[in-house]
């Protein structure tokens, strides 16, 4: 496997006109489903942790987070996996327990290449994003602006960071993407990301450079576990003002710990969701062009 900054893959995905499919997988057996769906489609492997808790100061979620990438290394080599890969954290679903600047670090640490920030509310937030982003920056990893309260405050910090130094590799516009091809021109060579599958199904805007994809995992988790435990997850979910996939990621321990039978379904369904949306993107058979445009990019950059 060829492990790489988010940011790397992303210049290759704008340099060569892809798009990228980043998958959700809060669960050991996703992330072996699509781990064995990349390499079946000579495809990256991008798969995505949500933030399981947001409020926690000890270190549960950095447990969590080192366990995520530990069962990502070890699913792609047990499955011959030997395309690029790279491991996207997203950020906490309401503001974290600790800095921006801590988390992210942790986050790195853990073995993630790329991380996310959420946009700023005030020029305080803005300079303390500026510092975490620069730190990012300096490390070549990738960066996604994340919007709580909507896009266009993303796309806003994004321009802000830029113009301090520190530009993140991509912003989330989930539900502007018809202003993509506008925002793709105003932001340049900062790559713009989407979690609406049906957005990059039907003529994706040309700037749209990656589908952050809770489907494939949801439809297959739902398949695979027992009515009283997906009730509880979007119980969950509902009373913490969560997303489903969040509420996996909190609970990815119990995910971890289900009868051998489920994961095997669970991990089978998530291959079969992940080649489907794999086909469905054209993202089959583009790894080889990825690694070629990274490496051409760095030839030329000495």
Partial sequence: MLVLSARDLLAAAAREELLLVAFYAPAPAAIAGFARAARDAEAPLVLVRPSGAAEEKGPQEARDDIAFADAVFRAAGDVGFRGPLALLKDPPRAGSAIPDAERVQREIEAGFTGVSITAADTQEDARDAA????????????????????????????????????????VRITGLEDEADALAADLRDIALSTAMESIALHLPPRGLRQLVASGPFLRALRRSVPREMWDQLQSWADENGATPEQAAARHQRMLRDLPAPIQSRLEALCCFEGLELLRATGCRATSARLIAAIAAAHEGGD
């Fill in 131 to 170: 510092l975490t982003a620069t730190a990012v920056c300096q490390m070549e990893l990738g960066l996604e602006i994340v919007p709580l309260g909507g896009a266009r405050a993303a796309a806003e910090l994004a321009r802000q960071l830029r113009s301090r130094g520190a530009p993140p590799s991509a």
